[in-house]
């Protein structure tokens, strides 16, 4: 069974950090790409962060949203199937629900198979 646990939101001020934590199980940590989504009140979820395979290549890659290019940083444990989003510079309007999600293959652009339940971050000062 996939399972996806995110934590690690919280309230934080306008210009602060947080590190959010997705710990996985059920599924082959290396082989499948993993985002991070999110949702903010009264909007459409968006995905704001992917990190799998370079095509042709045993080398990660991980592509960004406009909205937080240069702010966030996606990673990951394979050791321990945990990936991580480091967040800095958060400004309001990244308040949401954030989600982890494993992805269909090794690459990022394609569809998502499975979700976690979130965590919630408040940027307000």
């Known amino acids: ?14 210009g602060g950090s947080l590190r959010l934590s997705c710990v996985t199980s059920g ?8 985002g991070w989504l999110r949702q903010a009140p009264g909007k459409e979820r968006e995905g704001i962060a992917c990190i ?3 095509e042709n ?11 937080v290019e240069g702010r966030f940083f996606i990673s990951r444990d394979n050791a321990q199937n945990t990936a991580y989003l480091q967040m ?5 309007e990244d308040t949401a629900v954030y989600y982890c999600a ?3 293959g090794v690459y ?18």
């Not at 990022?108 to 000062?125: F, L, P």
């Open 1 to 14: 069974q996939v399972q996806l646990v995110e934590s690690g939101g919280d309230l934080v001020q306008p």
């Open 27 to 34: 599924f082959m940590f290396d082989y499948k790409a993993i």
């Open 52 to 54: 799998g395979k370079r």
């Open 57 to 67: 290549s045993r080398e990660d890659i991980s592509y960004y949203a406009k909205s």
């Open 88 to 92: 800095t510079d958060l400004k309001a």
């Open 102 to 104: 494993v992805a269909s």
């Open 108 to 125: 990022c652009g394609g569809a998502y198979d499975s979700w976690g339940q979130g965590t919630r971050v408040t940027v307000s000062s």
